[in-house]
């Protein structure tokens, strides 16, 4: 089982619609999320963080975080065009283990907006 | 304000040949990283720096070398390039290991043939 799980995709949603993206890991003591959004051929940029249970919102976009069951997810709300990209999940792996620091990454979801 | 600046941008290798990706950070940041990204498989750490003078390995450290050369620079060696090295190389930086959230370089594409 991979540590960071993602559904591919690719996600298609009309323009308008909210766009849910999904993130499942499996270290329990997980402290530290992050959604990044990859445009093709670009490298990866911050859209949010989240580091405590329940949500956290920034514009158009809402971040889940629910530790008791080891997921994330990224809500985009009234979804652009512009949106389409490839969204990526980061969890910083538990200060109990050897992995603490390194950001283990999903294989992301591609989202697709069509207008 | 540059950021994290990394250098090829492109390369071509033969199998066998060795080269060096260098990276820098002017944002002061202590942790410095090298990730991988093959289609489909997301990013992949193969080393990473969590303070000046430490290296660690990743997921994927075999075939490469790590130099933390100073608190801004980080680079990543192949010696033998093998065709399976073919990929896009991201440098990244963060103030506080994974804590933080990472800033990326713009990322070097490597072809072995």
């Known amino acids: 089982q991979k540590e960071v799980e993602q559904n591919s995709g690719p996600l298609s949603v009309p323009e308008g619609a909210i766009a849910s993206l999904n993130c499942t890991y499996s270290d329990r003591g997980s402290q530290s999320f992050f959604w990044y959004r990859q445009y093709s051929g670009k490298s990866p940029e911050l859209i949010m963080f989240?580091?405590?249970?329940g949500d956290k919102e920034d514009g158009r976009f809402t971040a889940q975080l629910n530790k008791a069951s080891q997921y994330v997810s990224l809500l985009i709300r009234d979804s652009q065009p512009s949106d389409s990209a490839t969204y990526l999940c980061a969890v910083n792996p538990g200060a109990g283990g050897t992995s603490y620091g390194k950001l283990t990454f999903g294989q992301g979801t591609i989202l697709t907006v069509h207008p | 304000n540059a950021g994290v600046t990394q250098t090829p941008k492109f390369q071509v290798l033969k199998t066998g040949q060795s080269m060096t990706l260098q990276c820098a950070q002017d944002m002061n940041h202590n942790s410095m990283y090298w990730y991988r990204q093959d289609p489909g498989m997301g990013l992949r750490l193969i080393y990473y720096?969590?303070?000046?003078?430490?290296?660690d390995k990743g997921e994927v450290p075999n075939g490469y070398n790590v130099s933390r050369l100073n608190k801004r620079e980080f680079s990543l060696r192949l010696e033998s390039a093998a065709p399976s090295q073919t990929s896009v190389y991201f440098c990244?930086?963060?103030?506080?290991?994974?804590?933080?959230?990472?800033?990326f370089g713009n990322g070097t594409r490597l072809t072995v043939t």
């Open positions: 989240i580091y405590s249970n």
């Open positions: 720096s969590a303070s000046e003078g430490t290296t």
């Open positions: 990244a930086s963060d103030q506080d290991s994974g804590v933080s959230p990472l800033h």
